[in-house]
């Protein structure tokens, strides 16, 4: 089945490329797999305080995919694939998308202003490089705007 993989962070630029993403999947027949991101930590000498460190992080990124999953089901009737993972985010998605053929491409959102973002950036920077398509969904697009591009 077709799987469009949607990187989500708390910004309106992810909501943006979620909503994209959906759109196409249910146009296709295909499926949306949101990718939450955990940053690693930085070392912090004391092990009790850093494993409390990570499980607020995985616990903020659980909840963060959850509301979009609920969005993603209200709006489009879509349920969700989710996968929460701890790491370097480029190489994470290069892994999802090596594990999982699936995977028809990969739907960023970009950030509006100096900066798209570092996902946008490294991704956009070589996107020849991924074995499926890139798509870029500009953060400065309203809900309208994107029902009619997807």
Excluded: C
């Excluded at 616990?59 to 995919?65: N, S």
């Excluded at 509301?67 to 998605?93: H, N, W, Y």
């Excluded at 490294?122 to 798509?135: C, E, N, R």
């Amino acid at each position: 089945m077709r799987t469009y993989l949607v990187v989500i962070d708390e910004s309106p630029e992810a909501e943006i490329a979620l909503r994209f993403a959906a759109r196409r999947a249910v146009k296709t027949g295909g499926n949306v797999e949101i990718l939450a991101l955990i940053p690693q930590p930085e070392f912090v000498q004391w092990g009790g305080v850093m494993a409390a460190m990570e499980e607020e992080a995985r616990e903020r990124a659980d909840g963060l995919v959850m509301r979009a999953a609920g969005t993603l089901f209200s709006e489009s009737g879509l349920k969700p694939s989710i996968t929460v993972r701890q790491g370097d985010g480029p190489k994470v998605v290069r892994e999802m998308i090596a594990a999982n053929p699936d995977i028809a491409a990969l739907v960023l959102g970009a950030a509006v202003g100096v900066s798209p973002g570092p996902m946008v950036a490294h991704f956009g920077a070589d996107p020849g490089s991924l074995s499926v398509p890139l798509m870029i969904v500009p953060g400065s697009l309203d809900k309208d705007a994107i029902d009619r591009l997807s």
